[in-house]
């Protein structure tokens, strides 16, 4: 049911950068459910990662490995390896010795990431069997089948690749992503990658992974569970041009564009995916004082299981929306100053409902699968936004039958 | 669907209160949808509203209203009168004009609440054609049909009352509540009215109407909807015994107690009746730090719908609840100090799967009606509860087609 989500575009190889995939059998057989990476040696690894507490051991080791020298990225779909205490933390551990041992690098240069059931113990050795042909398929032009990879209740594969130019010289940005539910990113999504050949210095690249992160990952919820995995690592292979040891100057800046370009993307392609959706909305918050009071607005407006179903019936019940702006707590908010537009139909004006509304116009704006909720808070001139999905049946059934 | 909410209990009448029910014809023909309450003279009358900033036309007057020596309240469904703007207040006050004209007392003295869609123009001349009627109808045993005439999307009328003894007088406690679905009150819910025959001072069952409201109605939530017409009233008639002049004494604790009991009765109703419910859930946070961290723990587990849906399917998916827990917001929050409980069945102990649980015994318990989920934070001593229910088919049906 994804909303306007369709085959992965071109994905343009990353110098300097492999993907293999295997089939390991953590949850089902025959499915693809273990992707390795490989980062050539002296590339430069970045990440942010789920504030959740119950974070998951691969996460809690990640942490402690940033900012050391990274060769590879192991991930398994259908094991969460959270809620899992000591033992996940050793179960992380063995897949990692694992691939240290056959490629010979050391443990720490290592990172794993996990996705799928939480509080289950991790099958290590399906995964390390599964390894051999991992390793084997290795290749710079992998991404399609890792963006397979990397899927749980995903319809479809998520990617996205730029290319751009400086000097004379091309640079390739290609990432892929993975989520459907419990989205509500709380600093990345459940699983992003990006990689890029650009040579770019361990702190620039760790501020431009957080950068890209809040204007893509975390602008995105779909039913408002911030999940225990969160993981969205750049990767920069160093294979093209001159080192980037600053946030300043031409290349980064076009390297800056095109990470927050794919990023997006990827981040979108998790909206337009998730769980029963049947439309893609975007919240935009207009006139705030602040951010935060555009994102609690805003956030209020896409976690709103009254709206949600609205949306889901193509009913323009604006009222609902009016009452989830009220209830956000923005301090001293003036009823009186708000308008609301559904795409360009203005349907609330100071508070109440305009006069030139009439409900034919919001219902033709609903029945389209792409939706604009845009809300003027008469307060400023901050502005944000952010992109959901509805509530559907559907969702309800996914979520009900889950572990079934 | 409701879970475990049966027929109307006895109600007490109470004296110097009487209620009058008819049909307007708000939004259905035919249909009770106006109530009206007369309290004797020299009643003490004490509310608390919604905190929504689009809070309706009514609760604005209401608010404006309170501490003055109020004589009627007037309610009706299908129509909230709130996101109306200006004529939305010429609305309400016109069918205070009209109760006030009709019973000889002033503007001031009558209080008016409505309840419904949101947005739409209130149908005044509907309600005060039907004025008459109701006016003729009341009376001092009518609490039930008062209980029917305030409801909207709810299956069954909510109503509660005690008596008590003190000093050889019998003092009765009655109220009745409505709502089902934008119910995450945030001061009160959608329209409670508790009323008792005592002789309160007014600063004393401002007091009192506060502390109840904080121990039932704000700790419930269905959709976390926070509404736009939330007002729970308590009304003391003064017809029986001495004035209550402070929060203290004999009389005092009997009545506190009393009013605080129908009220969590009333508000309990309110979740077991929710939109689509088939499971009436307690979620409770031992061990906290403070009270609000408790809080916060509970809302998240309360309002996640991957649990939600998974009490739905009665499936124990006890990763979604720890989740929950870890993305509340609890700083510091030590993963490896809680424990969860479904009913008395320990399934995650110091952070990981309890060693002694199985899936059956999970299963055992989500296949009930009623169900704790109980939360150790392992933090301090602090405890809160509050009260839910599940996101069904059901849920999304009623709320994708409400309007239509």
Same mark, same amino acid.
């Given at each position: 049911?994804?909303?306007?989500?369709?085959?992965?575009?071109?994905?343009?190889?990353?110098?300097?950068?492999?993907?293999?995939?295997?089939?390991?059998?953590?949850?089902?057989?025959?499915?693809?459910?273990?992707?390795?990476? %490989?980062?050539? &040696?002296?590339?430069?690894?970045? !990440?942010?990662?789920?504030?959740?507490?119950?974070?998951?051991?691969?996460?809690?080791?990640?942490?402690?490995? =940033?900012?050391?020298?990274?060769?590879?990225?192991?991930?398994?779909?259908?094991?969460?390896?959270?809620?899992?205490?000591?033992?996940?933390? &050793?179960?992380?551990?063995?897949?990692?010795?694992?691939?240290?041992?056959?490629?010979?690098?050391? =443990?720490?240069?290592?990172?794993?990431?996990?996705?799928?059931?939480?509080?289950?113990?991790?099958?290590?050795?399906?995964?390390?069997?599964?390894?051999?042909?991992?390793?084997?398929?290795?290749?710079?032009?992998? $991404?399609?089948?890792?963006?397979?990879?990397?899927?749980?209740?995903?319809?479809?594969?998520?990617?996205?690749? =730029?290319? +751009?130019?400086? &000097?004379?010289?091309?640079?390739?940005?290609?990432?892929?992503?993975?989520?459907?539910?419990?989205?509500?990113?709380?600093?990345?999504?459940?699983?992003?990658?990006?990689?890029?050949?650009?040579?770019?210095?361990?702190?620039? =690249?760790?501020?431009?992974?957080?950068?890209?992160?809040?204007?893509?990952?975390?602008?995105?919820? #779909?039913?408002?569970?911030?999940?225990?995995?969160?993981?969205?690592?750049?990767?920069?292979?160093?294979?093209? !041009?001159?080192?980037?040891?600053?946030?300043?100057?031409?290349?980064?800046?076009?390297?800056?564009?095109?990470?927050?370009?794919?990023?997006?993307?990827?981040?979108?392609?998790?909206?337009?995916?998730?769980?029963?959706?049947?439309?893609?909305?975007?919240?935009?918050? &207009?006139?705030?004082?602040?951010?935060?009071?555009?994102?609690?607005?805003?956030?209020?407006?896409?976690?709103?299981?009254?709206?949600?179903?609205?949306? +889901?019936?193509?009913?323009?019940? $604006?009222? %609902?929306?009016?009452?989830?702006?009220?209830?956000?707590?923005?301090?001293?908010?003036?009823?009186?100053?708000?308008?609301?537009?559904?795409?360009?139909?203005?349907?609330?004006?100071?508070?109440? %409902?305009?006069?030139?509304?009439?409900?034919?116009?919001?219902?033709?704006?609903?029945?389209?699968?792409?939706?604009?909720?845009? #809300?003027?808070?008469? %307060?400023?001139?901050?502005?944000?936004?952010? $992109?959901?999905?509805?509530?559907?049946?559907?969702?309800?059934?996914?979520?009900?039958?889950?572990?079934?």
């Amino acid at each position: 049911m994804a909303v306007g989500l369709g085959a992965m575009p071109v994905m343009h190889p990353v110098k300097g950068f492999a993907l293999g995939i295997a089939s390991a059998g953590v949850k089902k057989a025959g499915r693809r459910d273990l992707v390795l990476m %490989r980062c050539a &040696e002296g590339s430069t690894v970045a !990440g942010v990662f789920t504030q959740n507490a119950f974070c998951a051991a691969p996460v809690q080791l990640c942490k402690q490995r =940033l900012g050391q020298p990274v060769r590879y990225l192991v991930t398994n779909t259908g094991n969460a390896n959270a809620a899992t205490g000591q033992p996940g933390l &050793e179960a992380a551990q063995q897949v990692c010795q694992a691939v240290a041992d056959s490629l010979g690098v050391a =443990l720490e240069q290592v990172l794993p990431f996990s996705t799928g059931v939480i509080g289950e113990p991790l099958p290590v050795g399906k995964i390390t069997a599964a390894l051999p042909a991992a390793i084997a398929d290795l290749r710079e032009d992998n $991404w399609a089948l890792a963006g397979e990879g990397i899927m749980t209740t995903d319809t479809l594969p998520k990617g996205a690749s =730029l290319q +751009f130019e400086h &000097e004379g010289e091309t640079y390739s940005v290609t990432g892929i992503s993975k989520g459907a539910g419990m989205i509500r990113p709380n600093m990345a999504t459940m699983l992003g990658y990006v990689a890029t050949d650009a040579k770019v210095a361990a702190p620039v =690249l760790q501020a431009l992974v957080k950068q890209a992160a809040d204007l893509s990952f975390n602008r995105i919820t #779909i039913d408002g569970d911030t999940s225990t995995n969160d993981s969205f690592m750049l990767i920069a292979t160093g294979q093209t !041009g001159p080192a980037i040891e600053q946030a300043a100057g031409g290349l980064y800046q076009k390297l800056q564009e095109a990470v927050c370009a794919v990023a997006m993307q990827l981040a979108q392609a998790i909206v337009r995916d998730g769980e029963g959706a049947t439309k893609f909305v975007t919240v935009q918050v &207009e006139q705030g004082g602040n951010v935060q009071e555009c994102l609690d607005v805003a956030y209020a407006v896409a976690h709103s299981p009254l709206i949600k179903t609205a949306l +889901f019936a193509s009913d323009p019940n $604006w009222g %609902r929306i009016v009452a989830a702006v009220g209830y956000a707590g923005v301090p001293g908010l003036e009823q009186e100053k708000v308008n609301v537009f559904l795409n360009d139909v203005c349907i609330v004006r100071d508070g109440g %409902r305009a006069v030139s509304y009439t409900e034919e116009q919001g219902a033709a704006v609903m029945q389209q699968a792409e939706i604009l909720i845009r #809300i003027q808070l008469g %307060r400023g001139d901050c502005n944000e936004t952010i $992109w959901t999905t509805d509530l559907s049946h559907e969702y309800v059934r996914i979520n009900a039958e889950y572990r079934t």
